[in-house]
């Protein structure tokens, strides 16, 4: 293959999960456009502003010479909680990644600040994260939100994409002419399933391009962050019970994830609280305490 099989779709804040998921069925990525509002955005970022000045630029192809990427997104901004468990998104990652006997968590959750000069990112997979494994075609372990804290362009880095590569043989080697720019509003939410062939765009403006990048994977698989030292049990504590099981404070499938004596890990955080004890999945993915 060499060039996208087709359109990126774009969908409205509004549309039924069930379209998006059909878009991303034919062609592997999405853009639902402002999804969340400027206000939300501009939160998440003054959460965060202090932890991406402190952070420095990457020192390899992949992260960009020219880029920042801050993490523990959930413990340094409360304002994130809301983009990290949107409905829309929660819905479209449990299509991809869970089922009766498999639950799903959030793997990385990391700003990403193109600064003025970055070159392209290599076109690559996200599933090729978890070693290079050889995943069957049409089985996703990871899909990625890249959610827009400014506006994409084509011009200051938006992400390209090839629509249709989710089809595509792995391990190829493709050039930035066969893919298209997921420009976007401000709040948009460009959805990438883990086999779509995709990357960061060349940044040829005079500003900054910001994404937060929040990943979702089958929680069988190990996390691109350590969320256990990002949000250690005292930290955890301070968050929705929901949010802190996405972390991976849960089991993910039977017998895998408990803690000492079969005891759920949000005994962990809220040990005055009771839980399923056992090394079945318990009887409620979200916990008994999941609003609390």
């Not at 990625?144 to 200051?156: G, H």
Request: hydrophobic letters at 40%; glycine letters at 10%.
């Amino acid at each position: 293959m060499s060039a996208a099989t087709g359109p990126l779709p774009r969908l409205g804040a509004s549309a039924p999960v069930s379209e998006v998921i059909a878009a991303l069925d034919g062609a592997g990525c999405a853009v639902i456009e402002s999804l969340v509002s400027p206000a939300a955005v501009a939160a998440v970022l003054g959460d965060l502003a202090p932890y991406m000045e402190a952070t420095a630029t990457g020192q390899d192809e992949i992260s960009g010479a020219l880029t920042r990427r801050t993490g523990a997104v959930p413990s340094r901004s409360p304002a994130s909680w809301e983009m990290l468990q949107h409905p829309t998104v929660l819905a479209i990652a449990e299509h991809y990644l869970a089922g009766p006997d498999e639950r799903f968590h959030i793997c990385t959750a990391v700003t990403s600040d193109l600064l003025p000069g970055q070159r392209a990112q290599p076109i690559h997979r996200d599933q090729w994260t978890y070693g290079g494994f050889p995943w069957p075609r049409g089985f996703e372990v990871e899909i990625n939100i890249l959610w827009a804290m400014q506006e994409f362009t084509a011009d200051n880095g938006a992400t390209r994409v090839i629509p249709g590569s989710h089809l595509y043989d792995d391990g190829l080697e493709l050039e930035q002419s066969v893919t298209v720019p997921a420009t976007a509003p401000i709040g948009s939410a460009i959805v990438v399933l883990g086999s779509c062939y995709h990357g960061a765009g060349s940044n040829t403006s005079d500003m900054n391009r910001v994404a937060l990048s929040v990943a979702y994977q089958r929680a069988w698989l190990r996390q691109g962050e350590n969320q256990y030292l990002n949000c250690p049990p005292d930290v955890a504590r301070t968050m929705p019970e929901g949010l802190v099981r996405l972390l991976g404070y849960q089991r993910g499938c039977m017998a895998l994830g408990y803690w000492r004596d079969g005891e759920d890990p949000m005994a962990a955080v809220h040990p005055d609280r009771t839980y399923h004890v056992g090394l079945g999945m318990g009887p409620d993915p979200q916990g008994d305490n999941a609003d609390a």
